[in-house]
């Protein structure tokens, strides 16, 4: 099984995403199912926001996770309006009382606003101090702006960059990835199904995909998977809103890919052969 590194703790190198959940009454039991089905599978890292259902999904985490808050590696992140080195502790403190826990293992910027970094870097190091929080983070920073964060004082803490990346979305290979993996920074890797829309059926139609995945009697889901975390120091979130989803993308855990299967996937998707603009969503 593969694990990533993350601020001294040792983390399956696939999580569990939240993008909307807590949006549909009807579906919130099995939501909580799934998520809870999905830490017994040892998918210890849940990654959610202040933004989804606006904070509907912060609540069906705490509502998983009662009673079996330690069992979890819990993300969440703030609105790049919220943070700010006055405003960032409130938003924190309301994302903590809706996922009804008193910290969280990591918290994310969850894109870069206009408050200057120094100030956003100074109010995280303050909730560390505090006890809120255990690590803080960035997302969707691309290769210049992680030099920028990296130059401010105190900026080598940030733990990790949550970024886009799945199997026909390969940006981040260029420079950002080897960049991170340099400064020895885990990436996190959010739409590792590339979540919905023309893409994802590409993927998940495509024939030659199909064909890799019956070959290994795995499902398309955990090919993707697989391929994402076959990168030292990535961790990819899915989202999964069924115990079976969850439990078919746990297995992916323990799934290697050949050097022959890679390289299919590289000629069916290639890399970039040159720098991208991040990819977001
Ligand atoms: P994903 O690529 O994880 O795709 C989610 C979709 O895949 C859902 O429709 C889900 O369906 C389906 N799915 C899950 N497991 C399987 C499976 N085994 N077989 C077939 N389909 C499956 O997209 P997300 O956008 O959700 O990204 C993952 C997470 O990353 C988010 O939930 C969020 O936590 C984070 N994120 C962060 C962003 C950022 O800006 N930092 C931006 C976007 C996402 P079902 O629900 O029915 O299981």
């Known amino acids: 099984m593969q694990n990533v590194w993350i601020n001294g703790a040792s983390l399956p190198a696939i999580g569990q995403g939240t993008w909307y959940m807590g949006e549909n009454p009807a579906l919130r039991a099995q939501e909580i199912a799934a998520l ?67 910290y969280l293992d990591l918290y994310l910027l969850h894109w870069r606003g ?11 190091e303050k909730l560390v101090a505090q006890g809120k929080i255990r690590s803080w983070g960035v997302s969707n920073f691309d290769s210049d702006d992680m030099e920028e964060l990296w130059a401010e004082e105190g900026g080598f803490s940030c733990a990790t960059n949550q970024v886009l990346y799945h199997l026909a979305s390969r940006g981040i290979e260029h420079t950002l990835l080897p960049l991170c993996q340099q400064r020895a920074m885990p990436v996190m890797a959010y739409c590792p199904l590339a979540q919905a829309g023309r893409l994802r059926q590409a993927l998940f139609d495509n024939a030659q995909l199909l064909a890799l995945a019956r070959d290994k009697q795995i499902s398309v889901a955990q090919l993707l998977l697989s391929w994402a975390i076959r990168h030292e120091g990535l961790i990819a979130i899915p989202k999964a809103g069924s115990v079976a989803h969850v439990q078919e993308n746990a297995a992916a855990l323990n799934i290697t890919l050949s050097a022959e299967e890679i390289a299919l996937l590289d000629q069916l998707f290639p890399a970039p052969q040159q720098r991208m603009p991040l990819d977001v969503v």
Do not use: F, H
Request: charged share 25%.
């Open 36 to 102: 809870q089905a999905g830490l017994a599978a040892g998918l210890q890292v849940i990654d959610t926001a202040e933004m989804y259902a606006d904070g509907e999904a912060e609540r069906v985490v705490g509502e998983a996770l009662q009673g079996r808050r330690d069992s979890a590696w819990l993300v969440s992140k703030v609105y790049p309006w919220n943070a700010s080195e006055a405003d960032i502790t409130g938003a924190c403190e309301r994302s903590l009382q809706r996922l009804k826990t008193d």
């Open 114 to 124: 206009n408050i200057p970094l120094e100030e956003t870097l100074r109010g995280m």
